[in-house]
């Protein structure tokens, strides 16, 4: 992860710079527990970097939780705050809260951004996950999508996969016949292949298929977390835990 090793921001607050730079040290050791506990406090001195670095850390599914809104709080509060990566890269998070950043424009940033080692795509994961969770709300799709959703995964073969919807805890008489519900070219249809669509483009850029179904699990869950459904949920889980 090179973002992390050349901060743009150096704070005054020698306690403050501490807890940034042991904040890298535990993520060049591949603590990333660690380094999330670390970069918190350098952010709560404003540091600059130590936000930016937390909206990656947070936003690629490193640590549990997998938390969505604060990796994108941590990407504004980056920008906030002068950083100029963060600053440069904000119209993508913008646009996804919008509503109007679009399916193509998604998967045409996930092709570009490439594999990002053994984690996912930070903005590419923030981005889908909000975009996809206010277009669902703007057109009234939640509950078909969610049911879609979870219908199919509940034919899974993977015991992660049965697990993850237990954690979000919807009763399967919701869901059950999820697959059949969609209209041709709803709005709902039209979410359910922009998860497709995404699939296969982490799958073109080296993506196997585990991290496929989390980063698709992920994201759902969190149209769920943010649905009234979402009061009986789990929080998400991190690549640390997901598949345990």
């Known amino acids: 992860m090179a973002l992390f090793r050349k901060p743009f921001f150096k704070s005054e607050n020698a306690g403050v710079e501490d807890e940034y730079v042991t904040g890298v040290r535990h ?3 591949g603590d990333m527990n660690a380094a999330s506990r670390h970069l918190v406090k350098a952010a709560e001195g404003g540091h600059a970097s130590a936000f930016y670095n937390l909206s990656i850390l947070w936003g690629s599914g490193a640590v549990s939780p997998y938390d ?3 990796a994108a709080d941590c990407w504004y509060k980056a920008a906030a705050a002068g950083h100029p990566k963060a600053q440069e890269s904000l119209w993508l998070l913008e646009a996804a809260d919008r509503g109007g950043f679009g399916t193509e424009n998604l998967i045409d ?3 570009k951004q ?11 994961m923030i981005c889908a996950a909000r975009f996809f969770d206010v277009t669902c709300k703007k057109y009234g799709a ?3 999508v969610i049911a879609y959703e979870l219908d199919g995964a509940a034919s899974s073969d993977w015991k992660f996969i049965h ?5 979000m805890g919807i009763d399967r008489s919701f869901y059950e016949g999820g697959l059949n519900r969609l209209s041709e070219g709803s709005a709902a249809d039209q979410v359910t292949d922009g998860l497709n669509d995404l699939a296969v483009a982490m799958g073109q850029i080296g993506y196997d298929q585990n991290f496929i179904v989390m980063a698709r699990c992920s994201i759902v869950g969190y149209i769920i977390l943010k649905s009234p459904y979402g009061q ?3 929080p998400l889980r991190g690549l640390d835990t997901f598949f345990k």
Do not use: C
């Not at 490439?114 to 590419?124: A, D, H, I, M, R």
């Open 27 to 29: 993520l060049q050791r």
């Open 68 to 70: 969505f809104d604060a």
């Open 109 to 111: 940033m996930a092709l």
């Open 114 to 124: 490439g594999k990002n080692g053994t984690f996912l795509q930070s903005s590419v």
């Open 142 to 144: 939640t509950n078909d």
């Open 163 to 167: 697990a993850f919807i237990e954690r």
């Open 232 to 234: 009986h949920a789990e």
